[in-house]
C-alpha cells in the first residue's frame, strides 16, 4: 500500500494525508426504496477496495454516485478533499479525475479505438491531438491492443472492448477508478485478460474501487472488501478475514451460495 495512506488524525492536530474518495453518512433513495442507506466509506490513495453483495444491494448506485452520474439525497462525498461539483466543466473534469469501467464497455460505437481514447484527453484535458494520440498509444500498447487502434469497438472481442475502456479512462490520469463489474459480460475465456489489466494497475498504486463477483481477484487484489446488503455496508475486512471468517450471517449466507 502507498505510504502516504495514514489514519485521519485528529482535528486540529496539523496536516494528514487525506482520503481520496470519502462518502459520509450517504443516504439515497429511487421512490420508496431506500438504496443507500447511511453510507460512510473512506478509501486511502493507493487503496483497492472491492464491493461485492447479492443483486440489488446498491453495488452500482454507490459507483454511480461517487462519479455523480446519480445524485444523493443526503450526506457527502468528496474526492481528494473536494465535494463533488454539481455541473459543466468541473463535472467533466470529476468524471475525468474518477474513470468509470462499466459492464457494457459504453465504447463510442462511430470512433475508432485510438479516437474513442482520444477523445477525452482533447475535449477535458485540453491536450493537443499530438499529444493525446502519444499517450493513446502508448496506453493501448500497454493493456495488449496496440495493434486494434484503427479499428471500430466492433469489431473488437468483449475482452478487447473492456481493455479498450480501461484504456481510455486511464487516459485522463484519473485519481481513482471505478470498475462495476467489468468482467460480468465477457465469454470466461476472456475474463483474465481485463482482471490481469486490473491486477497490474492495483499493483502500480491505483486507487481502485472495484465491483465484482470474481472471488479470486478479490482475494488476491484487494486491500478490503465492503460487503453490501439491502443498501447497507453490512461488514468491512481484509480479504482473508472476509472469505476466511466472515462475522455476519448476511457474508456467510451470500458466500455459501457464491462459493
Ligand atoms: P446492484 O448493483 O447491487 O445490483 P443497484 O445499485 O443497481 O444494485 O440497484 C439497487 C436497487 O435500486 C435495485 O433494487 C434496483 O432495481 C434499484 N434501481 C437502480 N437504479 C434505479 C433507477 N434508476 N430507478 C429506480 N430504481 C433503480
Ligand atoms: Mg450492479
Redesign the pocket.
Known sequence: MSDVSMAKGPKGAGPVAHDLVVLTDVNKH??A?H?LQDINLSIRPGEVVVVI?P????????CRSINRLETIDSGTITIDGKPLPAEGRELARLRADVGMVFQSFNLFAHKTVLENVMLGQVKVRRRKREEAERKARALLDRVGVGNQADKYPAQLSGGQQQRVAIARALAMDPKVMLFDEPTSALDPEMINEVLEVMQQLAREGMTMVV?THEMGFARSAANRVVF?ADGRIVEEAEPHQFFDNPRSDRAKDFLSKIL
Open positions: 429511487f421512490g426504496l438504496v453483495g443483486s440489488g444491494s446498491g453495488k452500482s448506485t454507490l465491483v453490501m
